[in-house]
């Protein structure tokens, strides 16, 4: 994933920044007839990824080949159009042009399990085509023709999956290569998670698919992914994915060929997603740990861990898991490795000359993760415990300014979230 940089090219030497304008905006009303369809959360979709999802949608929609044309969805499923003429600063009349059914069922049983319903959705992947799901599984690949004429809109192709989810984007892919029309959909839904990981997790789908000369759709590739708190889910171009969320990774069911392509997603050792490493700090040692299980046949005569006074060096059958200027001197001597958990974890041992406290392990590698002692977090949430006490103090001796919990409730309210940005290029 390329870092962002200050583009100074952009900076206008003569800007003096922006000014309130009292201006009235231009706005267009028009009354409708129709009741909007929203589909409330049931009370077994409960948790975070799906009120993401849920709160991520909106009801009126702008496709992105016409500003000048809305579109939503009434409470009988029928799709519906409307035009704004700013020639004659006015709103043409919704018109409906496609309908779907007389009503949404309020709950779905497939194979005996309740699947999870969603707000049906409406993507435009081209200036004739258009993309809908219902919210129930199914979804529909319609010819719209010329949209500015508000013209009845007619089905392709349609496709029912075993669950139901929402559609982010698609987008038509156009080839020079043969006469075969390709469009690119990216899908969500929210499963619960198995084992012992409670919770919920969004799995994010990219589905391609191909009209033959014979004019029939098929579905020719699909790729899963796994995102926690999804912000944003796009597709930028026809051969990338774009996903803004807190965390991500790859679900076992994509395909190899995406796992070993230019993603922008840190792999450990083992080919898993998530840290190259994690490293365990102490007051005097730390422990690197790396994950081994994308290893065949692992012989301890296949790792060659280098140790010196600045300097560390892992690699393993030939390939580098870490190299580069410690963040501080260690004393090489009484470093040491080992395999554990049959050959499938590498651990290495780093002895500090110094008791300080290393912030990252290799100078300028992002790519691992520290882990604190338990001791050492305890003493340090002990040194720390008077900035948050209740009690208003003047000070100790050691000369400490004394700040109590009511100085420190508006930080408190602040909610610190990372996002992650995934770029993959399909």
């Given at each position: 994933m390329d870092g962002f940089k200050i583009n100074r090219q952009l900076l206008d030497s003569d800007f003096e920044g922006y000014r309130l304008s009292l201006d009235k905006i231009a706005g267009y009303n028009i009354p409708l007839r129709e009741e909007l369809l929203i589909v409330n959360i049931p009370s077994h979709q409960y948790s975070l990824q799906h009120v993401k999802l849920f709160a991520s949608h909106n009801h009126l929609i702008q496709e992105r080949w016409n500003s000048n044309i809305l579109y939503f969805i009434s409470k009988d499923v029928k799709v519906y159009s409307v035009c704004n003429l700013p020639e004659e600063n006015s709103l043409k009349g919704a018109a409906n042009v496609f309908s779907l059914c007389d009503n949404l069922p309020s709950s779905i049983t497939r194979e005996g399990v309740e699947i999870d319903l969603y707000n049906p959705t409406l993507t435009f992947p081209s200036e004739s085509l258009?993309?809908?799901?219902?919210?129930?599984?199914?979804?529909?690949?319609l010819e719209t023709g010329d949209r500015n004429l508000q013209q009845t809109w007619s089905v392709l192709h349609s496709e029912t999956k075993e669950y139901g989810f929402s559609i982010y984007d698609s987008l038509s892919i156009e080839s020079n290569e043969d006469s075969e029309k390709r469009i690119a959909l990216v899908t969500g839904h929210i499963v619960e998670n198995e084992g012992e990981k409670k919770g919920f997790r969004t799995v994010i789908t990219r589905i391609l698919l191909v009209c033959g000369s014979e004019g029939l759709w098929r579905e020719e590739s699909s790729e899963e992914f796994?995102?926690?708190?999804?912000?944003?889910v796009s597709l930028g171009a026809p051969d990338s994915l774009f996903v803004a969320s807190q965390t991500y990774s790859f679900s076992p069911a994509a395909d190899d060929s995406l796992a070993s392509g230019d993603v922008s997603l840190k792999q450990s050792p083992g080919g898993d997603s998530g840290p190259a490493y994690v490293w365990l700090q102490a007051?005097?040692?730390i422990t690197v740990t790396f994950n081994l299980q994308g290893f065949q046949n692992l012989d301890k005569k296949e790792v060659n861990v280098i140790f010196s006074r600045n300097s560390i060096a892992v690699s393993v059958q030939g390939r580098q898991l870490l190299c580069g200027d410690l963040f501080s001197p260690i004393t090489a001597s009484e470093c040491t490795w080992t395999l554990a958990d049959g050959n499938r974890r590498l651990e290495v041992y780093l002895t500090k000359s110094a008791g300080d406290w290393w912030s990252e392990l290799v100078s300028g590698d992002s790519r691992g993760e520290m882990i604190t002692d338990s001791d050492v977090a305890d003493r340090i949430h002990e040194n720390l415990s008077y900035l948050t006490t209740d009690t208003m103090e003047n000070g100790d001796q050691s000369g400490r300014s004394a700040v109590n919990g009511q100085d420190l409730e508006e930080c408190d309210l602040v909610e610190v979230m990372a996002l992650a940005i995934l770029v993959v290029v399909c």
């Open positions: 258009a993309v809908l799901c219902d919210g129930c599984g199914s979804f529909y690949i796994t995102a926690y708190n999804v912000e944003y007051d005097e040692d």
